[in-house]
Each structure stands twice: as structure tokens, then as C-alpha cells.
């Protein structure tokens, strides 16, 4: 219970910041509707708590079961089933990422149906199972790492001299798309598992580096999908936006989509445990009990994080964004800078690696100045993106 307060505590205050950005704007340069900002209001409680459990049930089911397995795969010893067994769960991990599923819709509507969702989403999710399955390698060799990236952002370069923009600029939106709520924690956790087996005087930085390889998967698996198929110029249609009407009706109608959404985004790495447990980890009644409650924490965090930043505030974000552009784009530079660097803040996947990068280093790396650190990177990242 402490651990959930500790949780709900430090979300509030990094929600907090976010919301008092939307009320200073909202009597200043970009006014909305007051039923909207009500809708906001109950989003960004929605938000605290979802947030706040999902990172509690991360902490007892998530991360235990990605060390579990990094062990499991580990102890094989056995070079081919570790690439194998590391894009696998790679693989499954990220077909079950939300922010995955949105983007695939995303691509498929900008591209007028030419390129299908689904093919996006496995795609993608083979990209990372690749990367996955060869970060494991490099721990279980102790390859170094700069030398990988290299090599991986090289080929990257090549193809990107190549590939059409678009499908430059989609590609490293679903980089982006795979450092979610699900595989954050996970492969992170994998990694771990991994180099704390392994052993040796490098265990501790063996354990990161695996996100940042994972999330190169997805840039050279659609810029070689794109070549491989040879699209170029795609076209489509954005639909117009309509804001949300009444102040309850649209979180109680997407509800429902969104606990479907949570209970698919689980179930394979449910399956997953259910599957390993029987096989390899042979857990006793209490330690697996602990990991399926921690696994239905997770949902019910998920489903209320979801719901909160659909029906509260993504829409939001689009009216004032267009208010500001129409009326006052001298600011946007600015407004993006702010926004930029408080919405890292809300971000479970952020908050799970920052967690992990105390936690393994026993605290001599500060959670709160990898925070400090990746808000003003994004909050710059925004303002140029604006300008």
C-alpha cells in the first residue's frame, strides 16, 4: 500500500504542472469550452490514478515476469534459442502495445487504406522481435554496445538515403510508438534479467541499452518494407475533428472500447507467464498469486490512463493547439517548449525506466534528474517541431 501512495503521489505531481499549463492558456491565448475543461478536469484525475496503479501493478507482475523470463532464456546457454525465445516474446510484447495499435490506424487512414494497419503492426513488431533477440545476444557475449548502434544506425542511414519521406517520417513514429506502457517495462526488465544471470563487472550496464536497440526494429522494418514494395507518394484523407459532447457521455462510451483494449494489450504476456510458469519458473501458490493480482492492477490502471487521456485530454491538446496557430503562432515555439516539457512527466513508460535506472544503480543515477533531463530534451524536441 505505501508503495501505491509513493506511486499516486509522484504522478499528482507531475500531472500537476500539465493542468495548470491548460487553465493559464485557457484564460490567456486559447480559451475552450467550459464543458471541455470539466471533461479535462476529470481526465487528469483519471489519469493520476490510472497512472499510479498501472506503475504499481508494473512493479509486482511486469518487471518480475520480464527478469523471470530474462533468467529463464539465459540459463539456456544456448545461442540460437536466446535470438529466438528474445524474438518471440519481442514480437508478441509489441503487437500487444497500445501506442502501436493507434499509429497502425493512424498510417492506414493517412494512406487511404493502401497500407493496411495490420501489416504495419506486424511489421513493426518483427522489427523489434529482431533487435530484441540480438540485444540479448550482445549481454550474453558482452558485445559493446556503441558498436552496435553504430552499425544499426548506419544501415538505417543507408536506407533512409533511399526510402521515400513518409515512409522515413512513419518509421520513426513507431519507434517511438514501441517505448509504450507495455514493452518499456518489459524489455527492460528482460535485459535485466539477463545481465543480472550473466554476471560479471559490466552486469549493471549490460542491463540498458535494450529499449534503445528494440526501438531502432521498427525504423529499419518499414524503411525496408517500403523499398521492398516500392511505395512512394502516399496520399489520404484526415477525418475532420469533432469534439467530444457533455461532460460524461464520452468517457462512459469509450469505456468499454478501452477495457477491450487493456484486456488484449495483456493477455499475451498473461499467456506468456502462464506458459513459462508451468514450463520453467514452477512458482509457488503465493509468489504466483502476487503476479496475477499485480497483472489485474495493471489492467484497471491501464483502462482508467486510457480513458483519461482520450476522453479528457487528447482533444484538448488539438483545440488549443489550432487556437494557437490561428490567433497567436508567434507563441507556438514557446507553448510547445511548455508543453513538451510536462507532458514527459505523465508518460508510464518514463517513469518505469527512471525507476529501473535507480534501482539498478543503487541510487548514485537520480530518477528525478533523468526526469529533469528527458523533459528538456522533449521540450525542445517540441519547440523545433513547432517551429
Same mark, same amino acid.
Given at each position: 500500500m505505501d508503495i501505491l501512495l509513493k506511486q499516486l503521489k509522484g504522478v499528482s505531481m507531475s500531472v500537476l504542472p500539465i493542468t495548470v499549463l491548460v487553465f493559464i492558456l485557457n484564460f490567456t491565448a486559447a480559451p475552450i469550452d467550459t464543458q471541455m475543461l470539466i471533461r479535462f478536469l476529470i481526465g487528469a484525475v483519471s489519469v493520476i490514478i490510472g497512472l499510479g496503479i498501472f506503475l504499481f501493478g508494473a512493479h509486482i507482475a511486469i518487471v518480475?515476469? &520480464?527478469?523471470?523470463? @530474462?533468467?529463464? #532464456?539465459?540459463?539456456?546457454?544456448?545461442?540460437?534459442?536466446?535470438?529466438?525465445? &528474445?524474438?518471440?516474446? @519481442?514480437?508478441? #510484447?509489441?503487437?500487444?502495445?497500445?501506442?502501436?495499435?493507434?499509429?497502425?490506424?493512424?498510417?492506414n487512414l493517412a494512406s487511404g487504406g493502401i497500407i493496411s494497419g495490420t501489416l504495419i503492426l506486424i511489421v513493426v513488431s518483427a522489427g523489434v522481435g529482431i533487435m530484441v533477440g540480438i540485444g540479448l545476444l550482445r549481454i550474453l557475449y558482452g558485445k559493446p554496445l556503441n558498436k552496435l548502434f553504430t552499425i544499426t544506425y548506419f544501415i538505417i542511414f543507408l536506407l533512409g538515403l533511399k526510402a521515400a519521406e513518409e515512409f522515413l517520417a512513419i518509421s520513426v513514429d513507431a519507434s517511438g510508438a514501441t517505448t509504450g506502457a507495455m514493452t518499456t517495462p518489459f524489455i527492460l526488465a528482460l535485459g535485466l534479467g539477463v545481465s543480472q544471470l550473466k554476471g560479471g563487472k559490466t552486469a549493471e550496464e549490460d542491463s540498458f541499452g535494450m529499449v534503445g536497440l528494440a526501438s531502432a526494429g521498427p525504423i529499419f522494418a518499414i524503411l525496408i518494407m517500403s523499398l521492398v514494395r516500392g511505395l512512394t507518394n502516399i496520399e489520404g484523407a484526415i477525418e475532420a475533428f469533432v469534439p467530444h459532447i457533455g461532460v460524461f457521455t464520452p468517457y462512459l462510451r469509450i469505456f468499454p472500447q478501452f477495457l477491450k483494449e487493456s484486456a488484449l494489450t495483456l493477455v499475451p504476456l498473461l499467456i506468456l507467464f502462464l506458459i513459462f510458469d508451468k514450463i520453467r519458473f514452477k512458482l509457488n501458490k503465493r509468489s504466483k498469486g502476487a503476479i496475477l493480482k499485480g497483472l489485474l492492477y495493471t489492467y484497471v490502471g491501464l483502462t482508467l490512463f486510457l480513458v483519461g487521456v482520450n476522453a479528457g485530454f487528447m482533444e484538448v491538446g488539438r483545440?488549443?493547439?489550432?487556437?494557437?496557430?490561428?490567433?497567436?503562432?508567434?507563441?507556438?515555439?514557446?507553448?510547445?517548449?511548455?508543453?513538451?516539457?510536462?507532458v514527459v512527466l505523465a508518460e508510464p513508460a518514463v517513469y518505469v525506466l527512471t525507476e529501473q535506472v535507480e534501482e539498478v544503480t543503487a541510487g548514485h543515477i537520480k530518477r528525478k534528474v533523468i526526469l529533469v533531463a528527458l523533459s528538456a530534451g522533449i521540450a525542445f524536441a517540441v519547440s523545433l517541431s513547432m517551429i
Open positions: 518480475p515476469i &520480464g527478469n523471470l523470463m @530474462g533468467e529463464t #532464456i539465459a540459463k539456456t546457454n544456448k545461442a540460437y534459442m536466446v535470438g529466438i525465445l &528474445g524474438f518471440i516474446l @519481442g514480437f508478441l #510484447i509489441t503487437v500487444a502495445e497500445p501506442d502501436l495499435q493507434i499509429l497502425a490506424r493512424q498510417v483545440v488549443m493547439g489550432e487556437s494557437i496557430a490561428e490567433f497567436h503562432p508567434w507563441a507556438l515555439p514557446l507553448i510547445g517548449f511548455l508543453l513538451g516539457m510536462t
